[in-house]
């Protein structure tokens, strides 16, 4: 795998060495961390019937994470998400800020990506962003959503936006079922390398995130999908968007959902 990666370096223009190896020691003194080892979905599995067996391996890279980069900042991707990213701030000790989920930025390009498919504008136009689970109590505050600055809503009827917001939050079990075999891999790794490639600018471009709410949005204190900025220490704040009442909503109750998922991890 490293080898094939490092083939295309002089097609995608970059020097960084790739090297892989099978012990935590690598490890030693990586500045960002992009966790993806566990077991990925079959069709027909939730994201929640991986909980068992990608806990046990999440605490066993965060035990090496702890050991041998102290002061990284850990991208998470391991799902279900918002338990894994717990585990990991919890097992490594990390304060907050060093230990993100990725999910959001996934999220929102799979609703943009869904949105351009209607037709009405570019992927690139189309502005929204995915708050809340990595799955059923995804929360895409349609009020925020924007084609070249003109709200969304007033650009497709509502029972149609609604179905997109669906197709949206299973978007990666229909990947599952067509793929047959794994998960959905190229966009999870493009959203992954684009939050890394973020910090290492020191960028603080909103982006939606799992991280600790701690009071944010009145919500549970819990690991949930907010908009954030990053720098290169990780979170640098989490941002208060102007959600309508029925979003807020949403978020809280998304909020309670992972809360209690999060207390009955051993
Ligand atoms: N957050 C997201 O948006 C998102 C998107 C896609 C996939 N995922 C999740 O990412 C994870 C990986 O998915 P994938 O498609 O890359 O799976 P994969 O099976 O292709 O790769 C998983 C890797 O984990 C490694 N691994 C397994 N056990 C390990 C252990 N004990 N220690 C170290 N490495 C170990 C395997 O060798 C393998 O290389 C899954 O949990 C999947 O559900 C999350």
């Known amino acids: ?53 990608n806990a046990e391996i999440v605490g066993n890279v965060a035990d090496g994470i702890r050991r041998y980069a102290p002061a990284s900042v850990v991208v998470v991707v391991t799902n279900p998400l918002e338990e894994m990213t717990h585990l990991m701030a919890k097992r490594t000790g990390f304060p907050s800020a060093r230990v993100i989920g990725m999910a959001g930025v996934l999220d929102s390009a799979r ?15 189309v502005d929204a962003i995915a708050l809340g689970s990595h799955g059923a109590e995804m929360v895409i505050p349609l009020s925020l959503a924007k084609v070249q600055g003109r709200p969304l809503e007033q650009l497709i009827p509502k029972d149609r936006l609604a179905a997109i917001v669906e197709r949206a939050r299973d978007s990666g079990a229909e990947v599952v079922k067509l793929l047959q075999k794994g998960s959905a891999y190229f966009s999870p790794a493009e959203s992954a390398a684009s939050m890394v490639a973020a910090m290492v600018k020191g960028d603080s471009e909103l982006i939606a995130a799992c991280v600790q709410s701690g009071g944010a949005y009145g919500v549970d204190d819990t690991r949930i999908g907010l908009p954030v900025r990053l720098d290169t220490d990780g979170v640098k704040e989490i941002a208060e968007l102007p959600l309508r009442p029925d979003e807020r909503a949403a978020l809280a109750a998304a909020a309670g959902s992972i809360a209690k998922r999060i207390s009955e991890l051993a």
Not at 18 to 23: H, K, Y
Not at 111 to 125: H, T
């Open 1 to 53: 795998m490293a080898l094939d990666m490092w083939h295309s370096a002089p097609l995608r223009r970059f020097t960084t060495r790739i090297e892989g190896s099978t012990d935590l020691s690598a490890l030693e003194g990586a500045r960002y961390i992009v966790m993806t080892a566990g077991r990925p979905r079959q069709p027909g599995m939730s994201r929640t019937d991986l909980t068992g067996v």
């Open 111 to 125: 609703f943009c990506s869904l949105v351009a498919l209607e037709g009405i504008a570019r992927p690139e136009d």
